[in-house]
């Protein structure tokens, strides 16, 4: 069964500390992995698409890499504004659906 | 730049009444997804159209149903609801089928009394 794990589920930071979340993925034919951003009671914002192992994609303070295994997210001297729920979701197979990860919930103080 | 627009933001219904929810794509987008995310939940995936015909159907409670339109708008339609129906629907839209990114609106939040 096609399965997406992140972690930390969350993760507090002093503004600047860097730091990286995971997504490890366990699917059949995987043809995207995709990074959002949740801001509470608001829709996913999408941040990036990795398509292939060692592909690597960056903006502003984010940036996502890829694995055959799973995904990193780096943040880089984070700010009080990137503080938001952080979803991986994967597209596998023949289907449409996005199946995502439960998120990690980043909290950044300043 | 056009978003997903999603309405209503906010429904309240009584327990066993009926749901209508819309959704307009960004234009020129032919696919369609709706989504349900309940309290501290990920995402899951409902339904999803391309071109007007559904295209894949995951944990879709038989009391849904939900179609796309000639103008390529999408609306979820849910009867006999339960307190358990209450959550956010997202709607997404993308450029095509493949593996492209999908983009949500902000949701529809249902609350069932």
């Known amino acids: 069964e096609d399965q997406v794990t992140q972690s930390p589920e969350a993760l507090r930071l002093q503004e600047g500390e860097s730091s990286s979340l995971n997504c490890s993925y366990t699917?059949?034919?995987?043809?995207?992995l995709f990074w959002y951003r949740q801001d509470p009671g608001k829709g996913p914002e999408f941040l990036f698409t990795l398509y292939s192992a060692g592909e690597e994609k960056e903006k502003e303070r984010l940036k996502a890499t890829l694995t055959k295994k799973e995904s990193f997210l780096h943040i880089t001297a984070p700010k009080p504004e990137d503080s938001a729920t952080y979803l991986c979701?994967?597209?596998?197979?023949?289907?449409?659906?996005?199946?995502f990860g439960t998120g990690t919930r980043l909290q950044v103080f300043p | 730049a056009a978003g997903v627009i999603q309405s209503p933001r906010h429904l309240i219904k009584e327990k066993r009444e009926t749901a209508t929810l819309k959704c307009y794509p960004i234009p020129r987008h032919d696919t369609v997804y709706w989504y349900q995310q309940g309290p501290g939940q990920d995402p899951q995936f409902l339904i999803s159209?391309?071109?007007?015909?559904?295209?894949d159907k995951g944990s879709i409670p038989d009391r849904f149903s939900a179609q796309q339109f000639s103008d390529y708008h999408s609306e979820l339609n849910m009867s006999s609801l339960e307190l358990g129906d209450s959550a956010l629907y997202f709607c997404a839209s993308s450029p095509d089928r493949g593996n492209t990114e999908a983009f949500f609106g902000q949701g529809t939040r249902l609350t069932v009394v």
């Open positions: 699917v059949s034919g995987l043809r995207g």
């Open positions: 979701a994967v597209q596998a197979g023949n289907t449409d659906k996005l199946i």
């Open positions: 159209f391309y071109e007007k015909m559904q295209s």
